[in-house]
């Protein structure tokens, strides 16, 4: 994507309804790296820089048994997103709608992202694989939907409760 003020041949926006049907509460921060879009990578790497998830104290012990993950799926909000564009048009050249896109530009702005759990000390999680900016809220966080047992303790054919 341009910038803020510039569109790509092809991209449209849209001027977006008033937000009035849900509230987030953000549960903390992510500390990356990366203080600009431009230098954020594309995808995060589970083999890239390590990086760290700060919670707020008050949700301290929703972080029991975490521990016995390896991969923690992450919600953030991209709160640095533009909103408005239905129809983008990516590097390649092409035009295509926000949906079939994976463009932290979106109607609401959730980024995620499979991360590898380092380790947890405190309310600081050590991770790897994020690709979002340093300071970006963060909304969730979820075992591994893929692998929802904890490390050892239920067979990987298990289905999750939820």
Not at 152 to 162: I, L
Request: charged share 25%.
């Amino acid at each position: 994507m341009a910038s803020e003020q510039e569109f790509r041949a092809g991209e449209r926006a849209v001027t977006p309804p008033e937000p009035n049907d849900a509230a987030l509460t953000f549960i903390g921060r992510i500390r990356t790296p990366w203080m600009s879009k431009k230098e954020t990578p594309r995808q995060g790497r589970l083999d890239g820089p390590e990086c760290q998830i700060e919670i707020l104290p008050l949700w301290l012990p929703a972080l029991q048994g975490l521990e016995a993950y390896e991969f923690v799926e992450v919600l953030y909000w991209l709160h640095l997103s533009r909103r408005d564009l239905v129809l983008q048009s990516p590097k390649d050249g092409t035009v295509r709608g926000t949906f079939a896109m994976r463009s932290p530009v979106r109607p609401n702005p959730i980024g995620t992202s499979k991360v590898r759990l380092l380790g947890i000390e405190g309310n600081i999680l050590r991770v790897q694989g994020l690709d979002c900016l340093d300071g970006t809220p963060l909304i969730d966080l979820k075992p591994d939907r893929c692998r929802f047992s904890p490390l050892g303790d239920v067979p990987d054919n298990a289905q999750s409760p939820d």
